[in-house]
């Protein structure tokens, strides 16, 4: 029998370590290019929600993730303006890990099953057969005349009433999600009009503006400064993996409205979409095309409907023109935080 061709990932984040661990599993030959190194913090809100969270037990790492300090997240509440909406139950519980933990667990993971990851190593060579891109966001300096942009940091001090709450303004969103001992997530979500230029340091966008409630939670927060990241050129407008002429998954495939919670439950989905398709041209089964179309087929089966909704709903959440007591009433129904919840996983 022939040996099993070997694949190349270019990204070493949740996506393409997903699929590097999954790949190795199956004992396929695999090398990650990572242009980063780890630990290192990212840019996310670290709260895990949707089928992803499957593909993580599936594959043995649940486990490890609660072993690293993961804590299981049940209840949710949005502010927009004061009063907040009621705490509720989250219709499935979701998981809350640091990324500077969690990256380095799956990096760690999928180097003791024998993949060779190549950290610190970008990709600039051809593009061809075997070569799956997980690199990530692509960035875009304006979308549809905004320029949006993220914020994360971990505070102390803070002491939130849910597991999870939503701040909505006007230009944007900060959640803030309990992690393990005693720390909190804050990550924000912004846009600026395209020729608009702001001064705001960092740390006061994530406070919000006085007098909110957010600024209230965050009053006697300590912020862990080394764990200050940024990311800008954010691009929300949904994808088609039929779009593209090579193997896209996780954000190089499509990002998700962050509200959704739902970006690495997307990675996670889509490495694992791409296995069966791999190992079969790994095996010498199908040709690489045929793989390629099978992996987008699935993707979009899979994440179509759900990116549809998500625009939808941050399109909701944002929008200047609809009167906030009609977002107010909407996210007080039951019905309604049903229905997006499970519209957009
Ligand atoms: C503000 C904000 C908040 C978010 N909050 C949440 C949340 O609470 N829950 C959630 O599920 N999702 C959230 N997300 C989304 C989530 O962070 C992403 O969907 C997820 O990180 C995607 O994983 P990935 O592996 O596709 O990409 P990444 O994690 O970005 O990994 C891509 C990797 O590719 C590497 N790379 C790029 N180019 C090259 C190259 N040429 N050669 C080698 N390496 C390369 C990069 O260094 C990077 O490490 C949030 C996103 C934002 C912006």
Redesign the pocket.
Known sequence: MAAPKPIQI?????????LGIALRKREIPVT?????NYP?H?????????H?LEIINALGLKDKFLDAGAIEARSSTFFSGKPGLPVRQLPSP?L?LS?FVM?KLLADEFQNLGGEL?AG????DELGEGIVH????KSQPVANGWR?????AHARNVFPVAD?EMHVFKNGYV?I?KLAAGEV?V???FRRNGSESSQSHGFDLLRGNPGTILHERLAHAEFDEKSFCS?AG?SLKPHRASEKSEVC?????T??P?V????????FE??QLAVEPLAAFSRGEIAWNDAREKIARACDEQFSRRLRWASRLQQFLLSSSLPNPIKIFAARSDWFWQFAFERTR
């Open positions: 270019i990204g070493g984040g949740l996506a393409g370590l997903t990650i290019f990572e242009a980063g290192r990212r840019v996310c809100g670290e709260f895990v929600s949707g992803g979701a809350c990324r990256d190549r190593a970008r990709w600039q997980a690199s990530g966001r949006w942009f993220g914020l994360k999870l959640g999600c997530n990550c924000g979500l990311v954010l998954i996780g954000d190089a495939l990002m998700i962050p959704t919670g739902n970006g690495m439950s997307l990675a889509s490495a």
